[in-house]
């Protein structure tokens, strides 16, 4: 009997957990169609759905499901056909270990639920490259490349803040480290937070890092041979890639569903406040800024960041010892 | 790699002079975003919202068909040839026993192939009897481009859109109708006045000639008001004027 229940609680997280995977992204996705246009001045989508295009991104989905899913010739087929799926299902297992609310409001309560999720994150990168090699293009291979160069040199300094946290809460699990959060942890990680928030944004290839999908240069990197529902798939990694990226930020530098009340009952409501306005800075810096070259993004990476990132960890070392 | 590519966090644009606060550009270029953002988008929702046109618009032709004398004048200015006209001459029988019978243009056929036509407006420049006008209405696209010539009652239909005419600018010459006008209204008030005069002459011998002196400056009143509220419609004042 309680095996029955234990099945029946593992069943139901796993179908929330899906299920926020598959909505959340197109939320974040319809708010980048919004906020962009008007950040340029125009409407964007009006029609679809009736009520200001609020179902945009559901036409998209018919659309590409619609399309013929094209193989080129010399591709290498197998590798070219899984890359979406490497691509997006790491970020699914991401979301497992990341809690939303106190107490049991997460999907699964891990120990090393950090190590899990950054791990995980690292398998995620693994898409683009795939896609990249497997496409027989030299558009591709090219974005391909320049993702493995950009994911090599951000890898560092977003495990380096991550760890900083790690070490200011004596913990790995992401449960715990909400936990011990305290206010005064915003100036004390603030450095870690905006490095993480960085490199994270580099780690998803958006702009201003998107150097390796760069559509005035190489089309669309690693991406240029996708139709179908496999494109839509990356499309959709990206945008999960987003929500994970804020969703991490938020639970390691931002506090998690700490609030400013009822922190027990609305817990998941302040995470999703916070979650839902850095995905709308990952959208602000998008509209904002023009894409990085290749050294500069090196350069950013390998003189800023990660001295900053080593900065905060001897800072972070520095008060726990006192 | 290059010593002088910039750091990406401080973008700081070369100006002579003073040097930035690093980061500076960063904020500058986010505030520009946010500020487009909250203010009103430039879209214009145009099948919901119908645009605001230029009183002036040239859209399409319409043809006030009563004013129409089958002169041809427009057809034979027209540049490309795209205004057909057929008509046929009916006789009025007289009016009274014995006179003359007359005969007039009944118009057949007035159609303009909007296929054509360049937009030059010289056909409605060119009518003597304003039966053409510009009408602002532009949403007469058909899907075969022989459906582009539209017969007259199809013209007659867009005269229902044709806009009043524009005010004119205060600084702006009066148009040449009312200079006319006003003319042979002051040519009238001559005649009357010399008629006046000629009856004082007559009616008093006594002499006392200073008192009609004031009337010349009066001259140019009467003939003000009518015109100034319809500038269109003079030259059927300035018949009348001739007239009496």
Partial sequence: MSSATWWLEVALRIVVVFLGFLVIPLVVGQMEHKAMAHMQGRLGPMEAGGFHGWAQLVADGVKFAQKEAVVPDAADRTVFQLAPGVALVPYLLALIVIPIGPGTQVGVDLDLGLFFALAVMGVAVLGPLMAGWGSANKYSLLGGLRSAAQLMAYELPLILSAVSVAMAAGTLSLTGIVEAWHWYWLPWQLIGGLVFFTAGLAELQRPPFDMPVADSEIIFGAYTEYTGLRFALFLLAEYAGIVLLCLLTTVLFLGGWHGPFAEVHLGWLWTAIKTFALAFVVIWLRVSYPRLRADQLQKFAWTVLIPLSLAQLAITGVVRVL | ?244
């Fill in chain 2, 1 to 244: 790699m290059n010593p002088q590519s910039e750091n990406p966090q401080s973008q700081n644009p070369q100006e002579p002079g003073r040097r930035a606060v690093p980061g500076s550009g960063l904020v500058k270029g986010l505030a520009t975003t946010f500020k487009t953002m909250v203010s009103h988008a430039h879209t214009r929702q145009y099948p919901d919202v119908s645009p605001e046109l230029p009183p002036r618009t040239r859209g399409v032709i319409a043809l006030i068909e009563e004013n129409c004398t089958s002169c041809m004048l427009c057809a034979r200015e027209c540049p490309d040839w795209c205004i057909y006209i057929d008509s046929h001459k009916e006789t009025i029988p007289a009016p009274t026993p014995g006179g003359r019978e007359r005969t007039r243009n009944v118009l057949d056929r007035f159609a303009i192939d909007f296929s054509l036509c360049m937009y030059c407006g010289i056909c409605i420049e060119v009518c003597p009897f304003d039966a053409l006008e510009w009408s602002p209405e532009f949403e007469y696209a058909e899907y075969d481009i022989r459906e582009m010539l539209h017969e007259k009652d199809r013209l007659g239909e867009w005269v229902e859109t044709i806009p009043p005419p524009v005010a004119l600018d205060d600084a702006a010459e009066e148009p040449k109708e009312i200079a006319l006008a006003q003319k042979a209204a002051a040519k009238r008030q001559t005649a009357l006045d010399a008629l006046a005069q000629a009856q004082a002459d007559q009616a008093a011998q006594r002499p006392e000639p200073p008192e009609q002196q004031p009337a010349p400056p009066e001259l140019p009143k009467p003939a003000e008001p009518p015109q100034s509220s319809q500038p269109p419609e003079p030259p059927a004042d300035s018949d009348e004027g001739g007239a009496e």
